[in-house]
């Protein structure tokens, strides 16, 4: 019997990196929902309540809305849902931005490093205080 697969939720709007990511997070033993805009990760995320339980997310979306947002709906339905964050030119902006539990790839990075990402943030969770 196959075990479920953990669902990763994924808002990216270049298709050679959904590929990428998506390859990458298989590999690592995870399901991954590709979602092209922030609108539509929201969607899911909204209608599909305890599904997901992480979201990669680039922030540089090609919309209205950018990943910084997109992780912060993510927040709202679950305070501690894990989130890794891809770009090219936006990491600076994580130290502000950024939600609390997060890890931010700066693009490129290899395949490993997103599967490792993911992992360590599912494994650990929050810090407790």
Do not use: C
């Amino acid at each position: 019997m196959e075990k479920d697969l953990i669902a990763i939720l994924v808002v990216e709007d270049e298709h050679l990196i959904q590929s990428m990511v998506e390859e990458a997070l298989a590999d690592g033993g995870f399901e991954a929902a590709i979602a092209a805009s922030g609108e539509e990760a929201v969607t899911l995320l909204t209608d599909s309540k305890g599904k997901y339980r992480a979201l990669v997310a680039d922030i540089d979306l090609g919309g209205k809305m950018d990943g910084w947002e997109v992780a912060k709906h993510a927040r709202e339905i679950d305070p501690e849902f894990p989130v890794v964050y891809m770009s090219g030119d936006s990491a600076g902006d994580w130290a502000a931005n950024g939600v609390p539990n997060s890890i931010m790839l700066k693009k490129p990075f290899a395949p490993a490093q997103l599967v490792t990402a993911v992992s360590q943030l599912l494994n650990t969770g929050a810090p407790t205080t």
